[in-house]
């Protein structure tokens, strides 16, 4: 019997699939170093696992409001005063199953048949997949390596068109870990607010900065541009929650309405326990992220020192999150098993069969010359995957 046309038009996580790779390789006894993980190596904190427990002895295990706990959207409103002096209602908010699940209901609301959605790339898997879910039409904005993987405004403006029903802008970047400035973001709110764009500003990985002072949320730089925005953030990647799944979205109530009723007639409210521990994480702020940045940067740039003397593999130093996209073009051509390397997914499978490292592929994100790796595993790990890297790609003829 057939199944949905949808299914024809959507394609499987690769970055879930990569992870899942390595993790059956491991089971098997194979040892592999896995760059893959779009997860923090960090534990949740303590103080919200045990509210999250304490909920539970407490009973905390029915139904909530499909949008959440009304206790934790107003904790979630006073947190946004408090850290982006910005003023949301308990109405213009509401508390999803993850961060991919605020912005699968955010295209759900927003997008009629037909409309464009510009996704600049290299983007995350999930935004074109789940456009076309919508059944709207990803419209991709390329930037290039020498540009820092970042467009300028006019470079926006230019993809405008009469069908343009929101643009994606995730700072810093999953797969680039690239910023963008102020100055930019000011020019790109301008571009939104008079062609009458919402802006789905994804900033799941703002706490995750490496530069100086702190990044905040689009509304911050331009109020003109509240109106427009859906700013949607979770507890994923700031308190390693992952697999708690709580994500959220602050928007205009007439948007918070439609997603809710989306949400309603789907999952429902996210676990309710789940929601205590994301109250309390709300209520303390991520204090830990200090001792996690830290660790992270000197990760990072133990990567990148890895890379200058790896022949035909190049870097730009990402600013956020915890990935870095280096270029890996320069090993096209090389030869592997008597055959040349073409692509990233070539370049892939020879760094896991090769060398027992697990990376994904840059073609999925819209970048073909590169690979991404997380760098969300221990040092020691890292360091013993760069010398694997090391001597494979010096084993390339
Ligand atoms: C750019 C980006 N946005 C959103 C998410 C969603 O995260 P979650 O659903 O775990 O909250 C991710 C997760 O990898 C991501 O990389």
Redesign the pocket.
Known sequence: MKLSDRLSKVKSSPTLAITAKAKAMKAEGIDVISFGA?EPDFDTPDFVKEAAIKALHDGATKYTDVSGMPELRDALTSYFLETEGLEYKRSETIFSV????S?YNAFMALLSPGDEVIIPSPY?VSYPEMVTLAEGVPVILETKEEDGFLFTAGELAAKVTKKTKAIVI?TPS?PSGAVYSEETLKAICEVAVKNEIFVIW?E??KDVYYGEGRLRSLPFYDPAVKPYTLIIS?F?KNFSM?GW?L?YTLADERIIKGMSVIQGQSTSNPTSFAQYGALAALQKGPLHLTEWLKQFKARRDALLAGFENMQGVTSLKPEGAFYVFPNISGLFGKKWRGEALKDSYDVTKFLLEEARVAVTPGDPFGSPGNIRMSYALSMEELLNGIDRMNNAVASLD
């Open positions: 779009g993850g961060g991919k699940h912005l995350w995730n999953n994804d799941i990985y979770g994923s992952t799944r994500g």
